[in-house]
C-alpha cells in the first residue's frame, strides 16, 4: 500500500553532478525517516544518507562534503544533489522510506532503484 519511486539516474563523467528524487505515496499516516542508499557491483548495499524526521542528518564519509540530501515534508519526496561525482560512486541508488500507515507498526519500504554511473 505504500510506494516508493526514484528517478533522476544517469551517465555522468567524473567531476559532474546529478540529482535524485524520491517520491513515497500511499496509505502514510507518517514518516520517521527518509534516506538513500547505493549498492556498487559485487559490494554489499551501503547508506548514502538519510534525513530522520526531527533528527540529525546523516551522511557516509565517502560523500561528505559532496552529497546533499534533502527533503520536502509535505510532499513526502527526498531529493538527493550529488556534485563532483567520482567513479566509485558508480551503483544502484536506492530510496528508502520509514512510514506508518494505518497500524501502529512502523514499516520501512524501497524503491526500485535508479542506476548512476559515472565514467568518461
Known amino acids: 500500500q505504500v510506494q516508493v519511486v526514484e528517478s533522476g539516474g544517469g551517465l555522468v563523467q567524473p567531476g559532474g553532478s546529478l540529482n535524485l528524487s524520491c517520491v513515497a505515496s500511499?496509505?502514510?499516516?507518517?514518516?520517521?525517516?527518509m534516506g538513500w542508499y547505493r549498492q556498487a557491483p559485487g559490494k554489499q548495499r551501503e547508506l548514502v544518507a538519510i534525513i530522520p524526521t526531527g533528527g540529525i542528518t546523516t551522511y557516509a564519509n565517502s560523500v561528505k562534503g559532496r552529497f546533499t540530501i534533502s527533503r520536502d515534508n509535505a510532499k513526502n519526496t527526498v531529493s538527493l544533489q550529488m556534485n563532483s561525482l567520482k567513479p566509485e560512486d558508480t551503483a544502484v541508488y536506492y530510496c528508502?522510506?520509514?512510514?506508518?500507515?494505518?497500524?501502529?507498526?512502523?514499516?520501512?519500504?524501497w524503491g526500485q532503484g535508479t542506476q548512476v554511473t559515472v565514467s568518461s
Open positions: 500511499g496509505m502514510i499516516t507518517s514518516i520517521y525517516a
Open positions: 528508502n522510506a520509514v512510514v506508518r500507515t494505518r497500524t501502529p507498526a512502523v514499516e520501512s519500504y
